[in-house]
């Protein structure tokens, strides 16, 4: 007989972790665990400095993670991309992201967050109840 070596659920995590930041994966988006042979990523896959992933990237991402010998199945849900794990291979599609785009939009004009104040002029950054953080343009009253 063979020996059968196991692996700790925190090795697991470690390993598809150390994938995810070799490929430039932003981890303070995703989340990743494991249950048994199979691997689990949430979130929204952008690189650290935020850009979106080629499809070709996420190609070489996902192998990565599945030539692991650990790995059986793989069950993703991101908000930016339709990922389903059919046998070896894999059905990608990009989503839009509103999250994303909000971000694009925000650094395509420019926009600076500043306090609330009594000029009309800025551009005032508040929190809604589910954390996510929503831009209001306030356009000067003549």
């Given at each position: 007989m063979g020996i059968v070596k196991t692996i700790s659920r925190f090795e697991i995590n470690k390993r598809v972790r150390n994938i995810l930041v070799k490929h430039g994966v932003?981890?303070?988006?995703?989340?990743?665990?494991?249950?048994?042979?199979?691997?689990?990523?949430?979130?929204?896959?952008?690189?650290?400095?935020e850009a979106a992933f080629e499809l070709q990237a996420v190609e070489y991402l996902l192998s990565d993670i599945t030539a692991l010998s650990f790995v059986k199945h793989l069950v993703i849900d991101f908000t930016n991309w339709k990922i389903v794990h059919e046998g070896s291979s894999f059905a990608i599609e990009k989503k839009d992201d509103?999250?994303?785009?909000?971000?694009?939009?925000?650094?395509?004009?420019?926009?600076?967050?500043?306090?609330?104040?009594?000029?009309?002029?800025?551009?005032?950054?508040?929190?809604?109840?589910?954390?996510?953080?929503?831009?209001?343009?306030?356009?000067?009253?003549?």
């Open positions: 932003s981890m303070h988006l995703m989340q990743n665990s494991c249950a048994g042979h199979t691997i689990y990523l949430k979130g929204t896959l952008l690189k650290e400095n509103p999250l994303i785009k909000k971000k694009e939009l925000i650094k395509k004009h420019d926009f600076h967050a500043t306090k609330k104040s009594d000029e009309k002029d800025k551009t005032v950054a508040k929190e809604d109840q589910s954390t996510n953080i929503t831009f209001d343009i306030l356009k000067k009253n003549k």
